[in-house]
């Protein structure tokens, strides 16, 4: 069975900090790029970082740069994001993809498997 489990989503005040976890299981995973997506209602998916199947070279989106920090793990088959210095423009619905490819794919058509999502929802 084909799975992407998300946690470590939850409530938290401004200049907080969470760390969000992502299982994946049934699906090829150390030959492929990972990444966190973020969406709110009404807007588009965005894209907020981004890893490869190497862990080499990681992408962040302009407004989480300095704050999180996309990591995986290939043996245990999980990817993380650590989010620090949380703003309430952050909250959000928080999804783990698994990219088609090797590298991290730069849009969400690049990604083949999606999880559920966790809700993360920061406090002013």
């Known amino acids: 069975q084909v799975q992407l489990v998300e946690s470590g989503g939850g409530l938290v005040q401004a200049g907080g900090s969470l760390r969000l976890s992502c299982a994946a299981s049934?699906?090829?995973?150390?030959?492929?790029?990972m990444a966190w997506f973020r969406q709110t209602p009404g807007k588009d998916r965005e894209r907020v970082a981004a890893?490869?199947?190497?862990?080499?070279?990681?992408y962040y989106a302009d407004s989480v740069k300095g704050r999180f920090t996309i990591s995986r793990d290939n043996a245990k088959n999980m990817v993380y994001l650590q989010m620090n210095s949380l703003k309430p423009e952050d909250t959000a619905v928080y999804y783990c993809a698994r990219s088609a490819i090797a590298a991290a794919g730069r849009v969400s058509s690049d990604y083949d498997y999606w999880g559920q999502g966790t809700q993360v929802t920061v406090s002013s």
């Open positions: 049934g699906i090829a995973f150390s030959s492929r790029g």
């Open positions: 890893i490869p199947w190497s862990g080499g070279i990681t």
